[in-house]
């Protein structure tokens, strides 16, 4: 595929991405009633406006990916990053509607999409017209996994809520704290991890627990130092 065609690809699952919500009912967080063991809450869960931020992610991904169509010169790595984040793309099309009908297949898709788009993320140049899209679609699909597995977790009995949001909480900014050292330029992906966790301090501040929303805010404290915590030999690649 030349890389014209590559870059007009990502532009068309761009904006059949943003599309998507239109054809369901769109999504503010999973449902007790789609899983057998129901509680009154998940601790993971951010709150509801939280998940506004995909409003700003499919305005950024269009006009990034209509910017490297018209740009090719300005925005050589995104060439790179087409095959990664084209796959993302592709499954996320069918994301919402799957997040409806079976939460188990809605997580075991965004797995791979936020792999593909970090893996992406780490392809572009570091430069924001290049990045900043990608990087906060990538930050958001980090911790969005991790709210996933936990959901599922607790709503098949697997684990009780508090144990499952603590242990995938960790798990997120363990995976957190390593991409954004690595990328420590890319300040989007930083924003869009701790708009996640910001969300899920707000549920937790609101139900009354500090246990969590604490946890959640050394979250953001140590993603913001993230690059000072990981050896500089680590953070090349």
């Not at 870059?7 to 449902?31: D, H, K, Q, T």
């Not at 063991?37 to 305005?59: E, H, K, M, T």
Request: charged share 10%; with cysteine.
């Amino acid at each position: 595929m030349t890389d014209r065609r590559k870059r007009l690809a990502i532009l068309i699952l761009a904006v059949g991405f943003a599309a998507s919500p239109i054809f369901s009912n769109g999504f503010g967080g999973f449902y007790r009633e789609s899983f057998p063991v129901q509680v009154d809450r998940w601790p993971a869960q951010p709150v509801g406006w939280a998940f506004s931020i995909w409003g700003l992610i499919y305005l950024a991904l269009i006009a990034t990916a209509a910017w490297a169509v018209a740009r090719p010169a300005a925005t050589p790595g995104w060439s790179r990053a087409a095959w990664p984040l084209g796959v993302s793309l592709f499954i996320g099309l069918f994301w919402i509607e799957a997040a409806m009908r079976s939460p188990v297949l809605a997580t075991v898709m965004i797995l791979p999409m936020a792999a593909g788009a970090i893996m992406a993320m780490r392809r572009l140049r570091p430069s924001l017209h290049e990045t900043a899209a990608v990087g906060l679609y990538a930050g958001w699909l980090t911790a969005a996994s991790g709210v996933a597995v936990s959901v599922v977790l607790t709503g098949y009995g697997i684990l009780p809520p508090r144990i499952a949001a603590i242990a995938l909480i960790g798990g997120v900014l363990a995976v957190a704290v390593g991409v954004a050292a690595s990328r420590p330029t890319i300040w989007s992906y930083r924003a869009g991890v701790i708009w996640a966790l910001v969300g899920v301090i707000v549920a937790n501040a609101s139900a009354g627990d500090w246990v969590i929303a604490g946890i959640c805010a050394e979250g953001v404290a140590l993603i913001i130092v993230a690059h000072r915590l990981v050896p500089v030999g680590a953070m090349r690649g």
